[in-house]
């Protein structure tokens, strides 16, 4: 007998009209990759756990700062303690000596074998009478020594870089004390800045001829 499909017999079920739900995350995943997810977890925790009982390592101590070396004094020769500078094209020997008692010391640029000038008098800007100075203010020894500076070729601001150098050497050599002042001013490094060197095929160390197309 023919079934009426508008009769409720002829309806589908509840339970068969509901998709079928997926596979668990269990039946999908790979037995191995179960395993070694299993292991991870379960050293996560163990690791967790040990973690909680002792302390994690600490970084290494860093070094101290490394002490400077003390030198020796040097001895004075024929009463003065000598220093050689230089700067660019120029250099200076410089030499001092303790000033007299009851008389300031001074710092002479010695231009003939009997003629000197002074600071003033020899450098116009006032740029390097300071770097000529600089190493006596930072030691605090200005008017304390009689100074005296022989200068060969270069320029005037060359020249004055050299005396810096030249005064700071001598200074460490009479004494070493001065040394971690001067040093931490940078009067003590050569200053090895220099004109960089024309080019072949140029003009100058960096500039091109003009280019012309015809």
Same mark, same amino acid.
């Given at each position: 007998?023919?079934?009426?499909?508008?009769?409720? =017999?002829? @309806?589908? +079920?509840? /339970?068969?009209?509901? *998709? !079928?739900? &997926?596979?668990?995350?269990? $039946?999908?995943?790979?037995?191995?990759?179960?395993?070694?997810?299993?292991?991870?977890?379960?050293?996560?925790?163990?690791?967790?756990? =040990?973690? @909680?009982? +002792?302390? /994690?390592?600490?970084? *290494? !101590?860093? &070094?101290?700062?490394?002490? $400077?070396?003390?030198?020796?004094?040097?001895?004075?020769?024929?009463?003065?303690?000598?220093?050689?500078?230089?700067?660019?094209?120029?250099?200076?020997?410089?030499?001092?000596?303790?000033?007299?008692?009851?008389?300031?010391?001074?710092?002479?640029?010695?231009?003939?074998?009997?003629?000197?000038?002074?600071?003033?008098?020899?450098?116009?800007?006032?740029?390097?009478?300071?770097?000529?100075?600089?190493?006596?203010?930072?030691?605090?020894?200005?008017?304390?020594?009689?100074?005296?500076?022989?200068?060969?070729?270069?320029?005037?601001?060359?020249?004055?870089?050299?005396?810096?150098?030249?005064?700071?050497?001598?200074?460490?050599?009479?004494?070493?004390?001065?040394?971690?002042?001067?040093?931490?001013?940078?009067?003590?490094?050569?200053?090895?800045?220099?004109?960089?060197?024309?080019?072949?095929?140029?003009?100058?160390?960096?500039?091109?001829?003009?280019?012309?197309?015809?």
């Amino acid at each position: 007998m023919p079934t009426d499909p508008k009769s409720p =017999a002829s @309806a589908p +079920s509840s /339970a068969s009209a509901t *998709p !079928a739900a &997926p596979p668990s995350a269990a $039946r999908i995943t790979k037995p191995g990759v179960a395993a070694a997810a299993t292991a991870s977890a379960a050293g996560g925790v163990g690791g967790a756990a =040990a973690g @909680a009982g +002792s302390e /994690a390592p600490s970084a *290494p !101590a860093r &070094p101290g700062q490394i002490k $400077r070396v003390m030198r020796k004094p040097v001895e004075a020769k024929t009463g003065w303690w000598w220093g050689t500078g230089r700067r660019k094209t120029a250099v200076a020997r410089v030499r001092i000596r303790p000033a007299k008692e009851g008389a300031e010391g001074t710092v002479k640029i010695q231009i003939g074998a009997e003629k000197f000038k002074t600071i003033e008098q020899y450098f116009a800007e006032e740029r390097d009478r300071n770097d000529c100075y600089a190493a006596l203010k930072a030691t605090s020894t200005l008017g304390r020594f009689d100074v005296v500076a022989r200068l060969n070729g270069g320029g005037y601001m060359g020249q004055a870089g050299a005396v810096l150098l030249g005064i700071s050497r001598a200074l460490r050599d009479y004494d070493p004390t001065l040394e971690e002042v001067l040093r931490d001013k940078g009067m003590l490094t050569r200053d090895d800045r220099d004109v960089e060197r024309k080019k072949y095929g140029q003009a100058g160390a960096r500039r091109r001829f003009q280019f012309s197309k015809r």
